[in-house]
């Protein structure tokens, strides 16, 4: 149980070009999901916290209007990279919990190059 | 500022040897302990968590947490060659049911 699914797996795309990564959690209702970015060699850095239908909660120096978040239902949360850019090349990679303060469960996540 | 700390390694042990990664944090008020296990270009993979002094043990693996030292471990014994991976330890800081404070991992390799 508790699995977490998250699409697409691999983006490539030209700069200026908006990307949507979507975050399911399959068989349980998640009220807060979490974006992390990982870059190469780097540990995940938590760049906001999802909460559903309200809005995101963001990390200090996550701008965001770049980095927009939607959490429309209790099993699903988008992140939309807006206007990306080659520096926002990186693994993206959502994560979910089934109850609060239970290990959470992660997406096999999304690797965004932009090129 | 709350950190996690671990020695980013590369930690070398023989196939069956026993492997000890180490973890501390900042935070005395954190209340859940995580080890999550990282192959190249994949996403973290749970291996144990931890909420109360002591030890958990679960198959080859151990957990230790000692809030008083503000320390937590975990132990791979029989260390296999499949076992070589990034080991990140996170941090649940309160029970607001925030994100978790991830360390920057430990690359563990196993030779066989």
């Known amino acids: 149980g508790a699995v977490v699914s998250q699409h697409p797996s691999r983006v490539i795309c030209k700069s200026g070009t908006s990307v949507k990564i979507e975050c399911r959690s399959l068989d349980f209702q998640a009220t807060t999901m979490f974006w992390y970015r990982q870059f190469p060699k780097q540990s995940l850095m938590l760049m906001a916290t999802?909460?559903?239908?309200?809005?995101?909660?963001?990390e200090q120096g996550v701008e965001k209007d770049k980095f927009l978040i939607n959490h429309a239902s209790l099993t699903l949360s988008t992140l939309t990279v807006t206007s990306a850019h080659p520096e926002d090349s990186s693994f993206y990679i959502c994560s979910a919990w089934a109850e609060p303060n239970q290990p959470q469960h992660f997406g096999d996540g999304t690797r965004l190059s932009i090129l | 500022q709350k950190e996690v700390e671990q020695n980013s390694g590369p930690l070398s042990v023989p196939e069956g040897a026993i492997a000890s990664l180490n973890c501390t944090y900042s935070d005395r008020g954190s209340q859940s302990f995580f080890w999550y296990r990282q192959y190249s270009g994949k996403s973290p993979e749970l291996i144990m968590f931890i909420y109360s002094n002591g030890d958990k043990e679960d198959g080859r693996f151990t957990a230790q947490l000692n809030k008083a030292s503000q320390y937590v471990s975990l132990l791979i014994r029989d260390s296999q060659p499949s076992d070589s991976a990034t080991y990140l330890c996170a941090v649940l800081a309160n029970q607001a049911g925030t994100a978790l404070i991830f360390g920057k991992g430990t690359t563990l390799s196993v030779s066989s």
């Open positions: 999802s909460n559903e239908g309200s809005k995101a909660t963001y």
